[in-house]
């Protein structure tokens, strides 16, 4: 375990690896009001509307019972409820914030991530993209690029950056963006195999590095193809830090299927061995 554990650290710390964060790294920290986990939305969204049996338990579809009975506006004001509270960064943000990588992949809607790179990095040195919702927008976009003030700027602004830091899912911070009802993805997904949701500047840079996937669940069809979508065509090698007694036997396959080495060990234990 200790050979694997050093082959990841020493990829993170050279930039040939990069961080793919699920919801597990957001439950590293202490239990509090925000959200952590899909289960988590589902329930505060739950607290919210009441929801039909079929929706519940499950975020996209509560979500999207709700942008469909309240409307939009409904939804994000929900979110943003949610997610209130800033979320401070783990000692596992803080690391990848200080080894600076090209690319940091976080697939969860709070902003930790974001605070842990605001305190680590020059604010020239890293910025963020954000895949946006398009119901109602009106535009032919995928996602939006915001620099380390928060600011949106051109999506060609972001290749002078040395960390980009990528929400497939969008986030609260800094613009409230969410994908998150069905609705959402429903474009995305049609898209997605042909890469064009995926920006051009995410694609080049995966092209010569690994994935280490810490805090991932692929219990979800859907996660298990944005997972796939974003490391298409990426060098490797690639990782997943897993406890196998709780994988489900399509998750398991996943990583079997896509080349991904399960690292047997909980996410506690690896981010101690990382941060040490």
Known sequence: MSDVTHEISAGLRAGRLIPYLGTGVSELRPPGDVPASPADLAAFLGRQVALPKRARGNPWAAAQYIESRRHRSTLTALMDKAYAEPVQPVGLHEMLAAYAPPLIVDTWYDGAMRTALEAGCPPDAWGEIQGITRAGI?????FRAYDAAGQEVPVGEARGWKTILYKPHGSVTPAHNYL?????????LTEIDIQTPIPEIVRFRRAECGFV???CRFDDQMLRIYARQIMKRSAGPYYAVVEPEVMSR???RFLEINGIRPVCISLDAMAEMLVA
């Open 250 to 252: 399509n998750e398991l």
């Open 213 to 215: 996937f810490l805090g």
């Open 138 to 142: 009106g535009e032919f976009q995928w």
């Open 180 to 188: 998150i009802a069905d609705s959402d993805y429903v474009e995305v």
